[in-house]
């Protein structure tokens, strides 16, 4: 269907004005830069060079309801109905000049802008009627394609930017007090840790400042640098509020709603309902130890470095660390040591650092006044990047397999064995290994307890890619995991899991997947809100027909 010009779009609109709607057209993102008769409408559109310039900024791309982080959902992989520029090279004419034709892909056809409840009530209303698929959409971060659909009716909860803070904030029907943070559906990470630190306080949020964090995040699970320490995201949720599918507006906590408490605490985004704000456990702020060695790689020093990692992680985690690794970096923040503990316990990575000499671009082992002022100078430099198209693994490895010698051999043997063929490692240590809860009051994989990394692979490719070149990416990138499968438990993080992920049940939810259903068909029996391998996913309905 070529961009704003099929014949249903008229009719949609026509409808829609007769539902005195505030529904909007989406416009991919790229379509200013191509051919103007492919445009039915340009007003309020930025230019072709303003997108060009900012393809891969991720805040300007926050700004656009058709615009997603990882590209190819904004395209239909299916059939290759796309509109989007070289990230490579944005300028690059043979993305967007004739024969190219900007084509709507997976953008979505409409976009409600959501204010309030009743907004949600009413679009909800709106898609049924017109007969179109819902999505929800926030920062569109998703890593796999479940806030977009071809031909979808989009509610977009990017207004919802409200924060509060509550000394003594008791959740609905419960009576005990606690310190926490009310933060509106779409607020974005690096903005609550400001109002955090503002207000002497420290919130887990996800590594990347415009990732929302009351949305997919908060809902699938949520890793932090400091979840080992603090939790999971969800692990810190006393409240949600949500529209549900026939439109009633809920809360939902420990002591009231507590089958759909439970179930948003994990069960996923775009699943249960329209979360229209969440109230997050706050700490006091406090003073954080950092650890950072970057250094040119090599096969050799990649190894020493993650075989090092191997045999020093667990006591790490257990005295606070967390972090992440890649072939060329370690970067380490802990909440709880001073500094003299900190430079004992880091002791290991610093003599790693030293014996590195010339090879070592950075080696820093400093105190930081708060988390905020770690994420502003690590994590908010060096984001993964976005405005390419970019599929993901990951695999929950269990702390198990640091105990002996051979089983961290194997795990090292899996892990360079997965490297070797994607385009980036990421080996999290931000599983709530070290934080104090019992399993059963979220609804994530419980293997998240017992595991002490989450490692995370990708492969990239660029827009001019053909159906078959997709596929192959896919394939590969579920084989490149498949080491790992071999020597782990079924354990993935479902935000940022295989989109081929066998047995996605049992990988992302564990033994929670039977509750979870019936928790969605008891909200949602008209599977209203479905998404890609989310509970009660139907692969054969036409919103998924994009998906290869
Ligand atoms: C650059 C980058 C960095 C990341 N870093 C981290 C990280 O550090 N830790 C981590 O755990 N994950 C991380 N992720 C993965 C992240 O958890 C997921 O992409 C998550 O789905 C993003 O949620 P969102 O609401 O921002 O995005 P969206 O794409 O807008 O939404 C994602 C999903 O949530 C649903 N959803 C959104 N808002 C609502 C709502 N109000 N009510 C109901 N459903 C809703 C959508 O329908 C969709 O299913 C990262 C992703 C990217 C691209």
């Known amino acids: 269907m070529m961009f704003l010009t099929s014949i249903l779009l008229p009719m949609l609109l026509?409808?829609?004005?007769?539902?005195?709607?505030?529904?909007?057209?989406?416009?991919?993102?790229?379509?200013?830069?191509?051919?103007?008769?492919?445009?039915?409408?340009?007003?309020g559109l930025p230019?072709?060079?303003?997108?060009?310039?900012?393809?891969?900024?991720?805040?300007?791309?926050?700004?656009?309801?058709?615009?997603?982080?990882?590209?190819?959902?904004?395209?239909?992989?299916?059939?290759?109905?796309?509109?989007?520029?070289?990230?490579?090279?944005?300028?690059n004419l043979l993305a967007?000049?004739?024969p190219r034709i900007c084509e709507q892909g997976s953008v979505p056809l409409l976009t409600a802008e959501i204010e309030n409840a009743q907004d949600v009530a009413t679009a909800l209303k709106r898609a049924k009627l017109l007969r179109m698929p819902v999505v929800v959409k926030n920062t569109g971060h998703d890593y796999k394609g479940r806030s977009s659909a071809p031909g979808s009716f989009s509610l977009w909860t990017h207004k919802l930017s409200d924060m509060s803070h509550h000394a003594n904030f008791v959740p609905e029907g419960c009576d005990a007090t606690v310190s926490a943070i009310t933060i509106g559906a779409g607020v974005l990470t690096g903005d609550l840790l400001k109002f955090a630190d503002t207000n002497n306080l420290t919130?887990?949020?996800?590594?990347?400042?415009?990732?929302?964090?009351?949305?997919?995040?908060l809902q699938g699970g949520g890793h932090s640098f400091i979840s080992n320490t603090y939790g999971l995201g969800v692990d810190r949720v006393v409240q949600y509020r949500v529209v549900t599918?026939?439109?009633?507006?809920?809360?939902?906590?420990?002591?009231?709603?507590?089958?759909?408490?439970?179930?948003?605490?994990?069960?996923?985004?775009?699943?249960?309902?329209?979360?229209?704000?969440?109230?997050?456990?706050?700490?006091?702020?406090?003073?954080?130890?950092?650890?950072?060695?970057?250094?040119?790689?090599?096969?050799?020093?990649?190894?020493?470095?993650?075989?090092?990692?191997?045999?020093?992680?667990?006591?790490?985690?257990?005295?606070?660390?967390?972090?992440?690794?890649?072939?060329?970096?370690?970067?380490?923040?802990?909440?709880?040591?001073?500094?003299?503990?900190?430079?004992?316990?880091?002791?290991?990575?610093?003599?790693?650092a030293s014996n590195l000499k010339d090879a070592v671009v950075k080696s820093v082992?400093?105190?930081?006044?708060s988390y905020l002022s770690f994420f502003n100078t690590f994590i908010t430099p060096s984001p993964a990047p976005v405005g390419e198209n970019v599929?993901?693994?990951?695999?929950?490895?269990?702390?198990?397999?640091?105990?002996?010698?051979?089983?961290?051999?194997?795990?090292?043997?899996?892990?360079?064995?997965?490297?070797?063929?994607?385009?980036?490692?990421?080996?999290?240590?931000?599983?709530?290994?070290?934080?104090n809860s019992s399993s059963e009051l979220t609804s994530v994989t419980p293997a998240w307890r017992t595991s002490v990394f989450h490692v995370v692979l990708d492969r990239v490719w660029n827009f001019n890619a053909t159906k078959s070149?997709?596929?192959?990416?896919?394939?590969?990138?579920?084989?490149?995991?498949?080491?790992?499968?071999?020597?782990?438990?079924?354990?993935?993080?479902?935000?940022?899991?295989?989109?081929?992920?066998?047995?996605?049940?049992?990988?992302?939810?564990?033994?929670?997947?039977?509750?979870?259903?019936?928790?969605?068909?008891?909200?949602?029996?008209d599977n209203l809100f479905d998404c890609w391998q989310c509970v009660g996913f139907k692969s054969d309905a036409p919103r998924f027909s994009c998906y290869i």
């Open 14 to 43: 026509s409808a829609q004005s007769c539902l005195a709607t505030r529904a909007t057209v989406t416009n991919p993102f790229a379509a200013p830069c191509f051919r103007a008769e492919n445009r039915s409408n340009s007003a």
């Open 203 to 217: 919130i887990v949020g996800g590594n990347d400042p415009t990732v929302g964090a009351a949305g997919g995040w």
């Open 365 to 369: 082992f400093i105190e930081l006044p």
């Open 391 to 435: 599929a993901l693994a990951s695999r929950l490895i269990p702390a198990s397999l640091l105990d002996s010698p051979d089983s961290r051999s194997d795990l090292l043997d899996a892990l360079l064995a997965s490297a070797a063929n994607v385009s980036d490692i990421r080996i999290f240590s931000t599983t709530p290994f070290s934080f």
């Open 469 to 525: 070149d997709i596929s192959d990416q896919y394939e590969a990138l579920t084989a490149s995991v498949g080491s790992l499968r071999d020597i782990t438990p079924p354990a993935s993080y479902q935000n940022e899991g295989d989109i081929h992920e066998p047995d996605h049940e049992l990988a992302f939810w564990g033994d929670n997947y039977a509750r979870l259903l019936s928790v969605k068909a008891k909200y949602d029996p």
């Open 47 to 91: 230019s072709c060079s303003e997108v060009q310039s900012n393809y891969t900024d991720r805040f300007f791309r926050l700004t656009s309801a058709g615009s997603y982080m990882n590209t190819q959902w904004e395209t239909c992989q299916a059939n290759g109905s796309q509109c989007l520029l070289d990230w490579a090279d944005p300028s």
């Open 245 to 352: 599918a026939d439109g009633q507006y809920l809360t939902a906590s420990a002591c009231r709603h507590q089958d759909l408490f439970w179930a948003l605490r994990g069960g996923g985004g775009g699943t249960f309902g329209v979360v229209m704000e969440a109230t997050v456990l706050a700490d006091p702020k406090v003073p954080v130890q950092v650890a950072l060695v970057s250094f040119n790689a090599n096969d050799t020093t990649t190894r020493a470095l993650w075989e090092l990692v191997l045999e020093n992680q667990l006591t790490w985690s257990a005295s606070g660390w967390g972090g992440l690794v890649n072939q060329h970096q370690a970067l380490y923040v802990n909440p709880i040591l001073n500094s003299s503990a900190a430079n004992a316990s880091m002791h290991p990575l610093a003599e790693f």
């Open 96 to 98: 967007f000049e004739t």
